[in-house]
């Protein structure tokens, strides 16, 4: 195999730093069929920009004779870590109209799987032996937020608790380990209906809690576990094959409206990542209100 360089650029040099080659191994998935129609059904589309893999997307963005765009050929995961790319490059997916992502059609649950998990919305197709997912959005806040009229505590550092409801990002409650047994508790001063919780980091963090129990209570005393969906909002990278999480912004857990006055969430598994709580907010059933967190 040759690689030759069929342009010129007066700016950027042309650096390898590593090179693989796969082979086909028993148990490979089959070989996708051509892209043409894929190319065909993309344009039909609109889509001006594409996140697949190394091989399809290079193979649509020369059928499409450089009307659709990729990234740039220099980010992957492999069996040697995370290598990431050059950080003048557009390395964070960026959802916009006229932006599609294609996978094979093996690969399209677990996908599907990991894009819920990361509250996003979207619509897809099947085209060949690719699934191809437009309208890629995030999923909207599901609840009205409201401001804790009450007080927190914690079972570490409970003087800190409360600046996690001093409206300000830059002071948060946080402790350096997660541990099992571990919680944060909220006392409402009386029975409200609450369908939600709300943490805001502000900026993309990795200080979120792993594994997670929440629990509601009446009196403060008998406590009963919650059905809980959780959600996570912030920068999305794109490896060719998957969506990576790139820090969290925002932490969403929902769960059925319920009368409560106490809510504690509780650890569930350890992990060496700190804990924190820039800003909490509960949510009420019904729509967000403009201007809500």
Do not use: C
């Not at 890629?136 to 401001?147: A, C, S």
């Amino acid at each position: 195999m040759r690689l030759t360089q069929t342009g010129e650029d007066s700016h950027y040099w042309w650096t390898i730093r590593e090179l693989y080659v796969h082979t086909v191994h028993e148990g490979s998935p089959p070989e996708t069929s051509g892209v043409a129609p894929l190319v065909a059904r993309l344009r039909e589309r609109g889509v001006r920009f594409v996140y697949a893999d190394q091989g399809v997307s290079t193979q649509i963005a020369l059928m499409s004779a450089g009307t659709i765009g990729i990234l740039p050929q220099n980010f992957f995961t492999d069996s040697h870590g995370w290598r990431e790319p050059d950080p003048d490059l557009p390395d964070r997916i960026r959802f916009r109209r006229g932006y599609a992502i294609v996978v094979p059609n093996h690969e399209a649950p677990d996908f599907d799987a990991r894009a819920r998990e990361l509250g996003i919305l979207w619509e897809d197709e099947q085209v060949g032996g690719w699934r191809l997912y437009t309208r890629l959005r995030r999923q909207p806040l599901v609840g009205r937020p409201f401001e804790i009229q009450g007080r927190v505590t914690a079972s570490e550092r409970p003087q800190d608790a409360g600046l996690a409801l001093d409206g300000q990002l830059k002071t948060q409650w946080r402790v350096d380990r997660q541990r099992p047994g571990s919680w944060f508790q909220v006392d409402l001063s009386t029975s409200h209906e609450v369908s939600g919780l709300l943490v805001n980091y502000g900026q993309p963090s990795h200080e979120l809690p792993r594994a997670f129990q929440l629990l509601a209570s009446l009196d403060g005393a008998r406590w009963e576990p919650l059905s809980t969906s959780a959600v996570t909002v912030g920068p999305l990278r794109w490896d060719g094959r998957h969506l990576l999480r790139d820090g969290v912004e925002q932490l969403r857990v929902t769960f059925p409206p319920r009368q409560t006055r106490f809510l504690r969430l509780v650890l569930i598994g350890p992990s060496e990542l700190s804990w924190t709580v820039p800003e909490l907010r509960l949510l009420a059933p019904g729509p967000e209100r403009k201007g809500s967190p």
